[in-house]
């Protein structure tokens, strides 16, 4: 599905009306978290969405994260709900969402797990990652390994990076992987073995990831913090302290430049309902 050009505006601005409630919540709270991946990018580079972009996504330390979600399972208005690991059935990911009922954001992906999934922020949780180069490389090959047959275990239709003969042996794969991963493991055992493979053995590091989607070797935390609020759109949120440090590791040297048409990606979905009162 590709959008209307109506209806991609229409969802930047739900995404950004749910981001606006979580952020009051963090400044009461005081709760620190940061624009990430692309919100982040589309922040310094274009003051607000990357044009075609159709997520937005923040990221907290771990235990930011455990205590948004505690507080904000009481205190989200009505109009949003939580999806949360472990918690939420038919839930791939690994890292919780705010959606806005009443709307819908179906991929294939989604509408094969038989999750209800509305227009969403994503809340990515960031872990210690271990001064031991050893250890912390077995966390990011077990948070990869463990997110990705995740995914696997939810839906057999899943994106793949190639096209064409390619690209239907992973299609393939991944069908045959699903039946596998079904036959052999739970949803909880899953969970579990995220959790426990991607845990720091040791005391508070220097350094954190969000292991269901890492950048790699991870982000220096006095680099990331404190944070600092800079325009978005109609507002203004918070970014990492450090932003040319972080977006030159997330994005590479040229991240300030515009990428070709082509490599212009977005997730559109195969089925987008949005709130009545963004409709215009």
């Not at 036959?183 to 055992?189: G, P």
């Not at 350094?207 to 680099?223: D, Q, S």
Request: charge should be negative.
């Amino acid at each position: 599905m590709e959008y209307r050009p109506d209806d991609l505006r229409q969802l930047q601005q739900t995404e950004l009306s749910i981001l606006k409630e979580i952020d009051a919540l963090c400044v009461r709270h005081d709760i620190p978290y940061f624009l990430d991946s692309g919100s982040a990018l589309g922040a310094v580079r274009h003051g607000g969405f990357i044009p075609w972009d159709d997520d937005m996504d923040i990221g907290m330390l771990r235990s930011d994260y455990e205590r948004f979600l505690d507080i904000a399972a009481r205190e989200l208005s009505e109009t949003c709900d939580l999806l949360i690991p472990g918690k939420a059935p038919h839930y791939a990911a690994m890292f919780a969402k705010v959606m806005r009922k009443g709307t819908k954001f179906y991929t294939a992906e989604t509408i094969e797990a038989e999750l209800h999934q509305g227009v969403f922020v994503d809340i990515f949780p960031y872990d210690d990652l271990s001064d031991e180069e050893i250890i912390a490389k077995s966390q990011l090959q077990k948070g990869r390994t463990w997110q990705s047959v995740s995914y696997l275990y939810h839906a057999k239709t899943i994106n793949v990076p190639h096209r064409g003969v390619l690209g239907a042996a992973e299609r393939l794969a991944c069908r045959c992987s699903h039946y596998v991963v079904r036959a052999l493991l739970t949803e909880q055992a899953i969970n579990r073995r995220f959790n426990e493979g991607t845990r720091n053995p040791g005391e508070s590091t220097k350094r954190c990831v969000a292991f269901a989607a890492p950048i790699a070797g991870g982000l220096e935390k006095a680099r990331l913090f404190p944070t600092k609020r800079i325009a978005f759109e109609d507002t203004e949120l918070p970014v990492p302290g450090n932003t040319d440090y972080y977006l030159e590791k997330a994005f590479g040297d040229d991240w300030n430049q515009l990428p070709p048409l082509e490599k212009r990606r977005n997730h559109a979905p195969i089925v987008l309902e949005l709130p009545k009162e963004e409709r215009q």
